[in-house]
């Protein structure tokens, strides 16, 4: 059974770059066929898909991020991160780090991590 | 970007009853239409894919249909546990995208 386990701080100062970490277990990001994801939710609001990355470093990212994103993978440590630069409150959410099948559907999702905003 | 539009965002249910979610896509997007449960405090959880496909271990009770730009979840017979709210996602191009959501609350 995979699971996903977001880590990073809890809170970050405007301006800032927010930084998360996501560790799978029970599978291996290096072995293909799958897209490692991040998805945010604003409190209260509905799901804000961030972007992916596959295990050879390929990206993609929503438009509406791109400028501030970076997602990068460590296979050797089963790792892929989040980085958003120049926060501001409307970055406060809630980021989930997931796994997208390879056909779309995301079929594993971590715990999420509640990203705070301020100063 | 494909934009989903679900209807409707609210429905209060008694449990037994049969409950019906819609999700219109701003063009046609194929099966590629996932859906998702996702309780409070707790991540989402992937019902159905590519439009009618069960995931593994989804109650008999929750099924999909439609293709193109129309979709429906149905949840037949509602139980207490299935208060949550209800996403769609579109995955048939990039950037990937949600619908705005529907929450179903218990009588």
């Known amino acids: 059974q995979v699971q996903l386990q977001e880590s990073g701080p809890g809170l970050v100062k405007p301006s800032q770059t927010l930084s998360l970490t996501c560790t799978v277990s029970g599978g291996s990001i290096s072995s293909g066929g799958y897209y490692w994801s991040w998805i945010r939710q604003h409190p209260g609001k509905g799901l804000e898909w961030i972007g992916y990355i596959y295990y050879s470093g390929s990206t993609y990212y929503n438009p509406s991020l791109k400028s501030r994103v970076t997602i990068s993978v460590d296979t050797s440590k089963n790792q892929f991160s989040l980085k958003l630069s120049s926060v501001t409150a409307a970055d406060t959410a809630v980021y989930y780090c997931?796994?997208?099948?390879?056909?779309?559907?995301?079929?594993?999702w971590g715990q999420g991590t509640l990203v705070t905003v301020s100063s | 970007e494909i934009v989903l539009t679900q209807s409707p965002d609210f429905q209060s249910v008694t449990p037994k009853e049969k409950v019906t979610i819609t999700c219109r896509a701003s063009q046609s997007i194929g099966s590629s239409l996932h859906w998702y449960q996702q309780k409070p405090d707790q991540s989402p959880k992937l019902l159905i894919k590519y439009a009618s496909q069960s995931f593994s271990g989804v109650p008999s009770r929750f099924s999909g249909s439609g293709s193109g730009t129309d979709f429906t979840l149905t949840i037949n017979s509602l139980e207490a546990e299935d208060a949550a709210t209800y996403y769609c996602h579109q995955s048939s191009s990039l950037p990937r995208t949600f619908g705005q959501g529907t929450k179903v609350e218990i009588k």
């Open positions: 997931a796994r997208d099948s390879g056909f779309g559907d995301i079929d594993y």
